[in-house]
């Protein structure tokens, strides 16, 4: 299977590769667009600021190649906010693969804190992206965005508010 992590000079591509790794796939890590067109499979991974990772895939016309992608594609994190139509962190666009916006937590006199650090329940599971993961099962997280819900919705937490924790459509995957 060709794996293919997008490079876009942030993000956690090395540990997305170590996980992959542990599970005896061997990705390729790349901004190359021939071999993201090629692979059977992408990952458009996290960690980042949306607004300079979104002027890297327009520089590379990489923007038009990712929402033309055919095979499956899971963005993590930042990917998941990039594949929204647009991002309160630097207020800009983005892929519009869903059309739905990314906000930043807001709290009152610091009721909550954030960035949110910690476990949280996934609820409404509705993939089978979660076809291996229980009703209530906690995930780990270190996030300041979210995506709002709505109709793409695949699994949703609660902190604050209600979010979209992974959203779907078409072969598009995305997970915070």
Same mark, same amino acid.
Not at 65 to 83: A, D, F, R, S
Not at 89 to 103: A, H, R, Y
């Given at each position: 299977?060709?794996?293919?992590?997008?490079? /876009?000079? %942030?993000?956690?591509?090395?540990?997305?590769?170590?996980?992959?790794?542990?599970?005896?796939?061997?990705?390729?890590?790349?901004?190359?667009?021939?071999?993201?067109? *090629? %692979?059977?499979?992408?990952?458009? +991974?996290?960690?980042?600021?949306? *607004?300079?990772? &979104? *002027?890297?895939?327009?520089?590379?016309?990489?923007?038009?190649?990712?929402?033309?992608?055919?095979? +499956?594609?899971?963005?993590?994190?930042?990917?998941?906010?990039?594949?929204?139509?647009?991002?309160?962190?630097?207020?800009?666009?983005?892929?519009?693969?869903?059309?739905? *916006?990314? #906000?930043?937590? #807001?709290?009152?006199?610091? @009721?909550?804190?954030?960035?949110?650090?910690?476990?949280?329940?996934?609820?409404?599971?509705?993939?089978?992206?979660? #076809?291996?993961?229980?009703?209530?099962?906690?995930?780990?997280?270190?996030?300041? /965005? /979210?995506?709002? &819900?709505?109709? /793409? %919705?695949? %699994?949703?937490?609660?902190?604050?508010? +209600?979010?979209?924790? @992974?959203?779907? #459509?078409?072969?598009?995957?995305?997970?915070?």
């Amino acid at each position: 299977m060709n794996v293919v992590i997008i490079k /876009y000079n %942030a993000g956690n591509t090395k540990s997305v590769e170590n996980a992959l790794l542990r599970v005896g796939i061997q990705p390729i890590i790349t901004d190359d667009i021939a071999q993201i067109q *090629q %692979a059977d499979k992408v990952i458009f +991974p996290g960690v980042g600021h949306a *607004q300079p990772t &979104m *002027q890297y895939l327009n520089e590379r016309n990489l923007n038009k190649v990712i929402t033309n992608l055919k095979q +499956p594609v899971l963005g993590i994190c930042l990917g998941q906010q990039l594949m929204c139509a647009n991002s309160e962190e630097g207020n800009v666009d983005c892929l519009n693969i869903f059309p739905v *916006q990314v #906000k930043k937590f #807001k709290t009152e006199k610091n @009721a909550f804190k954030i960035p949110q650090i910690g476990w949280n329940n996934l609820v409404d599971l509705k993939s089978n992206l979660f #076809k291996n993961i229980d009703e209530q099962s906690f995930v780990y997280f270190v996030h300041s /965005y /979210y995506c709002e &819900m709505s109709d /793409y %919705a695949i %699994a949703t937490c609660d902190y604050i508010l +209600p979010f979209a924790e @992974a959203i779907k #459509k078409d072969n598009f995957y995305a997970v915070q």
